[in-house]
């Protein structure tokens, strides 16, 4: 009885991994380096060593380095597929949606509206990534080249961790944020996070920006 409930595949555990193609590679190595972004975060509030802030902001650097490199092997290996497009969303969240929020939480927006605000601005990404999924065969030539976006794409994130980054370098973080912060029915907002919300909306609008 059990035998005959065992999958015949067993003896092949990695059978997924082999379907992977080099692009895919360098999909997850963006998702390491959006993990290793948020490690490095939590480092920074423990140890309060601002270095691990320019770490974090480095590796969604070295994230888009990876997003970029596996988008231009894949066309010219030309071998695309479902599940690589698949991963790439994946790996986007954690390296442009969460990993930008964090670091901005880790920088001092904590009060309750950036919570909401830096949640609203991972929804967003998310959101905008489930759409493009859907709608990119809508999009392409007949190339199967992606004509426009719809929507700023998840990776312009990086300007806002450009932006942290720089706040970093100034000493601007926590009480010391640019604009302060706001008091409202006995909750936080700090102004700068404002532009995560302006981010958000952007990805998520139907205003058309074309792909080079």
């Known amino acids: 009885m059990l035998s005959a409930m065992t999958p015949s595949k067993k003896s092949k555990p990695f059978s997924m991994i082999r379907e992977f193609h080099l692009a895919d590679w360098f999909t997850l190595a963006n998702a390491v380096c959006g993990t290793?972004?948020?490690?490095?975060?939590?480092?920074?509030l423990q140890t309060m060593d601002v270095r691990h802030v320019y770490y974090a902001c480095g590796m969604v650097v070295a994230a888009l380095v990876f997003d970029v490199l596996d988008g231009r092997i894949a066309r010219w290996r030309q071998q695309t597929s479902i599940l690589g497009r698949e991963?790439?969303?994946?790996?986007?969240?954690?390296?442009?949606?969460?990993?930008?929020?964090?670091?901005?939480?880790?920088?001092?927006?904590?009060?309750?509206?950036?919570?909401?605000?830096?949640?609203?601005?991972?929804?967003?990404?998310v959101s905008r990534l489930a759409r493009y999924n859907v709608t990119a065969e809508e999009l392409s030539d007949s190339g199967g080249k992606v004509k426009y976006f719809e929507g700023t794409p998840i990776p312009s994130s990086v300007l806002l961790v450009a932006?942290?980054?720089?706040?970093?370098?100034?000493?601007?973080?926590?009480?010391?944020?640019?604009?302060?912060?706001?008091r409202f029915a006995g909750f936080t907002l700090h102004p700068l996070v404002l532009v995560f919300a302006v981010s958000g909306s952007l990805m998520v609008s139907r205003i058309r920006f074309p792909k080079f």
């Open 36 to 44: 290793g972004a948020l490690f490095s975060v939590m480092t920074y």
């Open 87 to 125: 991963l790439d969303s994946l790996a986007d969240v954690i390296s442009f949606g969460v990993a930008p929020a964090v670091i901005a939480y880790g920088c001092g927006m904590q009060g309750f509206f950036d919570r909401i605000v830096l949640v609203g601005f991972v929804a967003c990404g």
């Open 163 to 182: 932006l942290m980054l720089a706040a970093a370098w100034q000493g601007a973080l926590h009480d010391s944020l640019w604009f302060g912060e706001v």
